[in-house]
Each structure stands twice: as structure tokens, then as C-alpha cells.
């Protein structure tokens, strides 16, 4: 009886330990994410800054780890991925501090003392630790190098070159495709090309477009990164590093290469700025229409009338630029100014707005003209001081922007976005001809930024549109991806991988992904 | 996981000692094989169906003896547990002086997972304590007072730090003290009425981050803390009962509602980027309501046997009355959190068999309605509807004392739902967390009943 009554006893202890919840269908016995034809189980990820997770100006670590190659990796880790390694900086400061000049921490978003006025200022809450001339000693999964071009990630020794490489390249002579290779990669995402035509883009186009030079050899091309490769090098550069990629039999992912206009960088600082509501530039405009009368008469006298200047006392007015594709006229100019202002200064009137023209809604002024405009240029009052023109005058003549033209450095003219646009078409037609041709994934993000750029991409908790700092898609440099865009890009890498492969891979919430970092621990005191 | 077992092995021995003692006594009595049968099927019945508690908060907990009949007792006159459930049938109770005191453990667990996103989680909450001490004095034939100690609301939810619903709640830990003077008239032998005034202290300290993705420069995640005690505020109850027979009675209870306002309160800013845009790290104050619902309970019992005992409880729980907790904070901050609950109800049945003289066997069950609507689901008080399964026993040391003992599982199904009014306090934009939500708790409670 008693020995019964304990059997029945023991069913009802099991009873009582089967009142811990349990769901009918445990995410973690799930199998239902697979790999299809794809392998993940080593995936090396290609690229450049966007690839390494580089954000607000610099590399440091909580970027890295946002960076979209690792947000795919882990949700690959559900589908036979395996383990996958960053070469993660030493802070979350970022810059270098063998060269903090030239490598700078982050940029971080400050505000007023009333919590108004947001801009962004470079953080000064510490001081970078990364060293760079101390090799990590081994390649990671995340070969992604800032300011590497297509070509450089097949240039031998590009590590004594870049630090960003240098970090970690396997030796000096080493290449990014070839410590990349040598991991044996099953699976790898190659996303390259925006430098070869965004250092051309971010300066204003003040380097060379060898499309136009012709020019096919990259080791010619500026060192600084100014120039535009040529389409044929992109294409002969680009396929090479595809048919190594996939030697092995590894299946891959490209991306193509979004629109400039894409970018806050090129779009944030409005062509007409010049506001008559502003305390230190409205009152300034009767004057200013007055001096610029004259230089106007000058203009139609010539027969360039549309060249003509002026600034509304009604509504905001376009900045003046320095157009290089325009006929210089300064010589003429300094004719027809020399009875008015005399020899010596209508000399350097004529020279200053020989190529001079209002902006259009057709330039783009780049992120940072906006630091400059309305501003006296002092390099350039000194230089007309020492012309001998009078210190007052000289500084009159010295207001960027407004007496003195923009410089080409800040404005992208529609000639300059024509060449780049040109590049970018014919990189994208390598790119998806070459995923097309090697059964690769091909991933459409410059639609998807383009999406962001005009009305915006919905999530759950918001719109990420490319509006500088508060769209929530870009980096307060204004050209690299937030978090929250890396996650919209594995996404996207994903959907390609389903069409691709049939591999079934649980997306991520981009909602839980942040954006930018608030902070008053700047360098410089909030301006206006 | 090691709570469970470690509940399942307390169980394993407390009832082995049960099984003990009903063959000791049975062995004395020797009265012998179809009583111990009954008694074990009481016991299953009792623990395979197994147990109290209610939507939202509220923690329906509130005597030993009602607790393992399903909380039934409007109409159940038994112990001085009547200060709760119904002041009215106090004067009926036949001692002089009436003292029940008890305490439960509640286990609770509650776990998450969202398949689209891969998203898992689980609770790790401590073990809630709800307290009540009762008693009650016969004056004189037609009156009774009494006075009671009892914690009928409460919350405690811990998820793990930063989890993914973090943005709604890390950690909350509410409760609510309800201290009651009672006075209960005999108007007939058939009609009864009683209540009093309810002096109510409450305490709640909560936790979550200040959005899903704000952090300090070092990527910490911004946090805010409330925490106040001491809330307190004035409520009363009345209740009725009819005895249309010797063997039936009808009752009814009203409760007040009680808004809980916190004037003051302490909020801690924790992990907030050094920004003039936003709070600055520290203390400030906060103020807040919480609303203490309404309870409106019409009930029966019948006593079919001389044995046996049928009760059946109706309460109608009045939730409408929380639409939103907002909290204003002495910084100037605001946190508006839509809760739009409905008002919901509770069918409780339980049944008492006076198995021996000294062994009274009891077994309940409830269906307890969410007052949670679709779209309104927090993990703060992630409740759906459930099934309560509840047994339990008296066990009369002398004629004067006796151990009261009673346990509850709660069985949820697991629903899927979602938060839809998460606002992004930078951008005021709304977003929805959900996913698949399970949901259990399970108490013991030991309690003693005095008469004299």
C-alpha cells in the first residue's frame, strides 16, 4: 500500500517540476535556420572603412563591433557560422596615438548650454591608446581597411602605407587579399570601390579623374586618395580579387556603391545659406549689393551677365563659389575694374572672381564648407595685405563665401558630380556583372541609401533617413554608416543570401541598433 | 530551473510527511482503506490540477484556508481570513476570538523568445512573500470586530539586466500593505453586514533603460531608477452575507479603489551621456500614481455534506482605472507609458472535506482573466489568462490551534503578444516589443489558526 501510495507520490513530484515554463517550440532547439548552399563556417569580410566598421571620423571599438560584417556573423553563427574576429582598437576613443593629428578621436555630437545648438565636435574625454606600429600579430575574420580603394587591397606592403593595415598585415610585403586568402574562407563579403570615388568626391573634386587622363596605373595616382580610378582599372582590379576570392570554391556577397547625393556629407549644407535674418550677415547686404554692383556691370559689360552677384534682403541667398569649369575671365575683369578700384586691387578682384558664380541647387557643398562660410578667410586678408591693399579692405574682401568665392575643395559643381556619377555607374556594372557571372549574392545597397536619401527607410520605432546626425543612418562624419545602417546592410546581405543560396537567416531589429553619441566632452567650446 | 527543483524536492518531502501522518492517523483511527483512497484522490486531484493569483498585480493571496479552496470565501465562514474576503460573516464565526496568520512563497517564472528575431529571455525573480494576519473578537452576540494585515497587491519581475525588453523593464518590485479595522453585525441569524476603513502604505522601486539604444560614451546603457516607500492612502471595504438555510450562504464584498501617489519619490539617473540635451547622472525627485483597483466578489457556499463544503467566489476586478503610468520627474523629464487596461473577472471554485476531526483537506481552482488588452502586453506585468490549480489542508494540533497549509500553481498558456507604446523619448517615435511570452508561479504557504 505504501509503496503504491510513493509511486503515486513520485508522479506528482514531476508533476511539480513540470511547472517551469516551456515554450512548444524553443528558439533554441529551433533548426529552422539554414545555410543552404552556402558555407559559413569561415567567413573573411572585405572592404574598406564601411567593411571595418570606421564611424564619426574614426575606428574604436563599440564601431567595430556594429560593424555590419560582425552583425552577419552572428546571425550566420545560426546557420554554421563560426567564430569571427575583428581587429578591435584598444578604446572606444579611436584615432591613433602615434598621430593623433592625423588620426583624430571621434567626432560626438555637443550641445549648447541649453541643450540646443547641436554640432558635432571631436571628443576630448581621453586620448587615443591604439599604437599602431604594434602588429596584432595574426589576420582577422574582418579584413576591412579605412581608405582602402580597389586596388590597394592587392598592393603589396599597403600595410607600411596604412596603419589601419599595418596593424595587423602578416608582413611587410604582405597584401589584404592575400592574408584574407590565406584564412581558407568558405564564405566572404566584399564590399570596395566607394574610395575611388569619394576621395575625389569629399575634396571637392580637386583631384584628377583619370577616366579623363586616361591614366590606368594606380601607383601614379595622388597619394592623398584625391583621384578618380579608372573604370578599366576598377574592372581589371575588381575581377582579380573576385576570381581569388572564389578559387577556392567559396561563395560570397558584393555590394555595389551608393550615390554620393546619398551621403549627408554632400547634401547637408544647403547651396543658399546666406540668410538676411542673420544678425551678422543681413545688415552687411546693402553694402554688399552696393560693391558688387560694380562687379556686376563689370560682368554684363564682358557679355557674362548670369555671372552677376547679388544677396536678397527678402530670402536666403547662394553662396558665391569658384567655378573652374567656367572661361577665366580675370583678365578682362581686371580691365574693366582698374578705372574703379585701381590698378593693383582691381589685379586681384579680377583674379579672385574670374571664375566666380552664385551657387545653384546643382552644387553640392560639402559638410565641411559649413564651418567656413561667412567666415573671414585670414590666410587670405594677409595675402592682400601684403598686396597693399588696406586692412580693412582686405578683410572685406576676405568673407568666404561671400566676398570671397568658395574654393573648389568645398563645392562639388555638376561637372564634378557628372565624372563621379560616371565612375560609380561603371563600378557598378563590374560589380554586379561579376557577382552575376560567379553565382555570387549582389547586394543593391546603393538603392537602399537612396531609399534613406528621399523619404526614408520605416523601421519598428522609426524612418532612418540620411539627414546629418538626426536621421539616424549616418556617423556625424557624414559619410559612414551608424550602427543602426550596419544593421540595415546585414539585412540586406541577408535577403540577398535567401535569394542567392536559399540560406534562412534570422534578421535583426534595427531599432535596436543606436546612432550617434552625445557628448560635451569636446575640444573645441560649443560655437555658433 | 534550480528554484523549480528545489520546490519540487520541498514538495517531495512535505508531502511524504503528509502521507505520514494521514497513516498514522488513519492507522489509529483504523477506520482504514476507502477513507485514505478519498484522501488520496483529494491530494491529486489538488496537486495534478494545482492554484492564486490575478491580473496585473493584484496577488490573490490572502488566507491559507481560502487560498487552497482557489481563494474562494465571500460566503465561507471558516476563520477570521473573513476580515478579507468578507467582514460581514465574522459575527457568525462561533469562538470568541478568531486570530489566522500566514505566509506564502510565490515561484514565479515568466520566459520570452521571439522567433523572427532570435530574441530569448528569463526572469529571475526572488520569491514573493505575501503576509496576512488576521483577527477577530465577538463582543458580543450580535457584534464582532477585527482588524487585518494583508498584502493583496504586489509585483515582483526581475528580467536580466539590459535583456532585450530592458527599454520597458529591467527590474520591478512593487507592494502594498493594506492594514483594516473591521466591524461586523449580526442583523439576523440570515443577514449580516460588515467593513471598515483600509489604511494602505505601499512601496515600489522599478528599473529599465532610458531608451533601446541610449548609452554613455563608454556604451553602458542609460538607466533610471524609481524608488519610493512609505505611499500611502485611505481606502474601505463592506460586505454582506445571507444565509437563506442552515447550509447555504450568499456573500458579498466591495473594496475600494486606491490610488497609490507617489509625491517625491527618489529617481536615480544612471549611465546618461554627458549632454546638455539630456538628464543629468544623479538623483532627483518623481511623482507618480498607481492605481489600487476595485474588487467587487459575490459568492456562495453550500454545504453539501456534513463532510463536504462547495464554494464558489465571482470576483470583478475594476483595472479601467489604470490607463497610463506616467512618471514626472523632478528633472523635467516625463515617461508616459499607455497601460489601458480593462476591467476583468475571476471564477473561483473550491471544495473542503473534513476528512477527520483534526484533518480538514481542501482543493480549488480558479479561471483568472488578464485585465492586459492586445497591445498593451509590458513584461512588467506579463500576465495573459490563466488557470489556477490549488489544494491544501488544516490540521488541528489541538481544539485550539490548528496548521494551515495550501498551495497554488498557476498555468498560463503561452501567447504571443506585444508592447506597441514604447516611446523613444529623443524622438518621440513609438515602437513594438513583443514575441512569445510563458508565464508561471507556484506557492507554498503555511499559516496557523488560533480560536479560543
Known amino acids: 500500500m505504501i509503496k503504491n501510495n510513493i509511486k503515486y507520490l513520485a508522479v506528482l513530484a514531476l508533476g511539480l517540476v513540470a511547472c517551469e515554463p516551456e515554450f512548444d517550440n524553443p528558439i533554441d532547439e529551433t533548426t529552422s535556420f539554414t545555410s543552404g548552399e552556402a558555407d559559413f563556417s569561415k567567413y573573411v569580410a572585405l572592404g574598406n572603412s564601411l567593411t571595418a566598421g570606421f ?5 574604436y571599438i563599440s564601431g567595430q563591433e556594429n560593424s555590419y560584417p560582425n552583425i552577419l556573423a552572428k546571425r550566420l553563427a545560426f546557420a554554421g557560422g563560426g567564430e569571427f574576429t575583428q581587429p578591435l582598437m584598444s578604446d572606444d576613443i579611436g584615432g591613433f596615438s602615434n598621430d593623433p593629428l592625423r588620426f583624430p578621436p571621434r567626432l560626438v555630437l555637443e550641445f549648447d548650454e541649453n541643450g540646443e545648438n547641436p554640432s558635432p565636435g571631436v571628443y576630448a574625454g581621453g586620448v587615443p591608446t591604439t599604437d599602431f606600429t604594434s602588429n596584432l600579430g595574426s589576420s582577422f575574420n574582418n579584413m576591412g581597411v579605412p581608405g ?18 599595418g596593424r595587423f598585415a602578416s608582413a611587410a610585403n604582405a597584401t589584404v587579399i592575400g592574408d584574407a586568402l590565406a584564412q581558407n574562407p568558405t564564405f566572404f563579403s566584399l564590399w570596395i570601390g566607394n574610395n575611388d570615388i569619394l576621395g575625389y568626391a569629399t575634396s571637392g573634386g580637386v583631384g584628377e579623374d583619370h577616366n579623363v587622363t586616361g591614366n590606368t596605373d594606380p601607383s601614379t595616382y595622388s597619394v592623398a586618395g584625391l583621384d578618380i580610378t579608372n573604370n578599366n582599372t576598377f574592372a581589371g582590379t575588381y575581377s582579380q580579387l573576385i ?15 551608393p550615390n554620393v547625393t546619398s551621403l549627408p556629407f554632400f547634401t547637408t549644407v544647403p547651396f543658399a545659406p546666406l540668410s538676411p535674418l542673420s544678425p551678422t550677415f543681413g545688415p552687411q547686404i546693402p553694402t554688399l549689393n552696393a560693391t558688387y554692383a560694380g562687379l556686376n556691370q563689370a560682368f554684363a559689360f564682358i557679355g557674362v551677365p548670369e555671372r552677376s552677384i547679388t544677396f536678397s534682403e527678402t530670402a536666403a541667398s547662394a553662396v558665391v563659389i569658384k567655378d573652374e569649369s567656367l572661361t577665366d575671365i580675370s583678365a578682362a575683369l581686371t580691365q574693366a575694374l582698374t578705372p574703379t578700384f585701381g590698378a593693383g586691387l582691381a589685379g586681384i578682384l579680377g583674379a579672385q572672381f574670374g571664375q566666380a558664380r552664385q551657387a545653384t541647387a546643382n552644387d553640392l557643398l560639402v559638410l565641411t564648407s559649413s564651418g567656413i562660410i561667412g567666415e573671414l578667410d585670414e590666410d587670405r586678408a594677409a595675402q592682400l595685405v601684403g598686396l597693399g591693399v588696406p586692412q580693412e579692405q582686405a578683410g572685406q574682401f576676405s568673407i568666404n563665401g561671400v566676398t570671397l568665392p568658395l574654393d573648389d575643395q568645398y563645392v562639388l559643381i555638376p561637372d564634378e558630380q557628372a565624372a563621379i556619377e560616371t565612375a560609380r555607374v561603371a563600378y557598378n556594372t563590374t560589380i554586379q556583372g561579376l557577382a552575376t557571372a560567379n553565382g555570387l549574392a549582389f547586394v543593391d545597397i546603393a538603392a537602399a541609401l537612396s531609399q534613406a536619401a528621399n523619404g526614408g527607410i520605416p523601421f519598428n520605432g522609426g524612418v532612418v533617413t540620411s539627414a546629418f546626425a538626426s536621421g539616424g543612418g549616418f556617423s556625424l562624419d557624414g559619410v559612414h554608416p551608424t550602427p543602426r545602417a550596419h544593421a540595415l546592410v546585414a539585412n540586406s546581405i541577408m535577403d540577398a543570401l535567401e535569394e542567392t543560396y536559399g540560406a534562412q537567416l534570422p534578421r535583426v531589429d534595427i531599432g535596436d541598433f543606436g546612432t550617434i553619441t552625445l557628448s560635451n566632452d569636446v575640444i573645441q567650446p560649443p560655437s555658433n | 530551473m534550480h528554484n523549480i527543483l528545489m520546490i519540487s524536492l520541498d514538495n517531495w518531502y512535505f508531502l511524504l510527511n503528509l502521507e505520514h501522518q494521514f497513516y498514522k492517523i488513519l492507522k489509529n483511527k483504523n477506520n482504514s482503506k476507502l477513507i485514505m483512497r478519498k484522501l488520496l484522490l483529494l491530494v491529486l486531484f489538488a496537486s495534478t490540477t494545482m492554484a492564486t493569483y490575478a491580473g496585473g498585480y493584484r496577488v490573490s493571496v490572502q488566507g491559507q484556508r481560502a487560498m487552497a479552496m482557489g481563494h474562494t470565501g465571500v460566503a465561507v465562514v471558516n476563520s477570521a481570513e473573513l476580515v478579507f474576503f468578507n467582514p460581514a460573516g465574522l459575527v457568525y464565526l462561533e469562538n470568541k476570538l478568531n486570530i489566522s496568520a500566514g505566509a506564502s512563497g510565490i515561484f514565479t517564472d515568466v520566459i520570452y523568445q521571439n522567433e523572427d528575431l532570435l530574441l530569448s529571455s528569463e526572469t529571475d525573480n526572488s520569491v514573493g512573500t505575501p503576509l496576512n494576519l488576521y483577527g477577530s473578537y465577538k463582543v458580543n452576540d450580535w457584534m464582532s470586530i477585527g482588524l487585518g494585515v494583508y498584502t493583496p497587491y504586489g509585483s515582483e519581475v526581475t528580467w536580466p539586466t539590459d535583456w532585450p525588453g530592458s527599454h520597458l523593464v529591467n527590474n520591478i518590485d512593487l507592494a502594498a500593505i493594506y492594514i483594516q479595522p473591521v466591524l461586523s453585525f449580526k442583523l439576523s441569524d440570515k443577514f449580516s453586514i460588515g467593513g471598515g476603513p483600509i489604511y494602505v502604505t505601499g512601496s515600489v522601486n522599478f528599473n529599465r533603460n532610458a531608451s533601446r539604444t541610449l548609452t554613455d560614451f563608454e556604451g553602458n546603457r542609460s538607466n533610471i531608477t524609481v524608488d519610493d516607500t512609505g505611499v500611502s492612502n485611505w481606502g474601505w471595504s463592506v460586505g454582506a452575507m445571507f444565509n437563506p438555510t442552515e447550509n447555504f450562504r450568499l456573500g458579498f464584498s466591495y473594496r475600494s479603489e486606491i490610488i497609490l501617489e507617489a509625491e517625491d519619490g527618489e ?61 514626472q520627474f523632478g528633472n523635467g523629464s516625463t515617461s508616459l507609458n499607455p497601460r489601458d487596461y480593462k476591467n476583468s473577472s475571476v471564477y473561483r471554485f473550491g471544495l473542503q472535506y473534513q476528512a477527520t476531526e483534526k484533518i480538514a483537506l481542501r482543493a480549488g481552482y480558479y479561471r483568472d482573466e488578464s485585465p492586459v488588452q492586445s497591445g498593451f502586453f509590458a513584461p512588467e506585468t506579463p500576465r495573459n489568462d490563466s488557470d489556477g490549480y490549488s489544494g491544501g489542508f488544516s490540521f488541528a494540533i489541538t481544539s485550539k490551534l490548528a496548521i494551515d497549509a495550501s498551495f497554488f500553481y498557476l498555468r498560463f498558456e503561452e501567447v504571443d503578444e506585444s508592447y506597441d507604446f514604447a516611446t523613444d523619448p529623443a524622438t518621440g517615435a513609438r515602437s513594438s516589443f513583443g514575441g512569445t511570452y510563458k508565464s508561471s508561479a507556484f506557492a507554498p504557504g503555511l499559516g496557523l489558526t488560533y480560536k479560543l
Open chain 1, 243 to 257: 576570381t581569388g576570392l572564389v578559387g577556392s570554391g567559396a561563395k560570397g556577397v558584393v555590394l555595389n556603391l
Open chain 2, 267 to 327: 529617481a536615480v539617473f544612471s549611465n546618461f551621456p554627458n549632454s546638455t540635451s539630456l538628464p543629468a547622472n544623479g538623483t532627483t525627485t518623481f511623482s507618480a500614481e498607481l492605481p489600487l483597483p476595485a474588487e467587487l466578489t459575490l459568492g456562495l457556499s453550500y454545504q453539501f455534506h456534513k463532510k463536504w463544503l462547495f464554494a464558489f467566489d465571482y470576483n470583478r476586478q475594476f483595472w479601467d482605472v489604470y490607463e497610463s503610468l506616467d512618471i
Open chain 1, 148 to 165: 582602402a580603394r580597389v586596388y590597394h587591397l592587392g598592393f603589396p606592403g599597403y600595410g607600411t602605407a596604412n596603419p589601419y593595415f
Open chain 1, 55 to 59: 564611424a564619426d571620423n574614426a575606428l
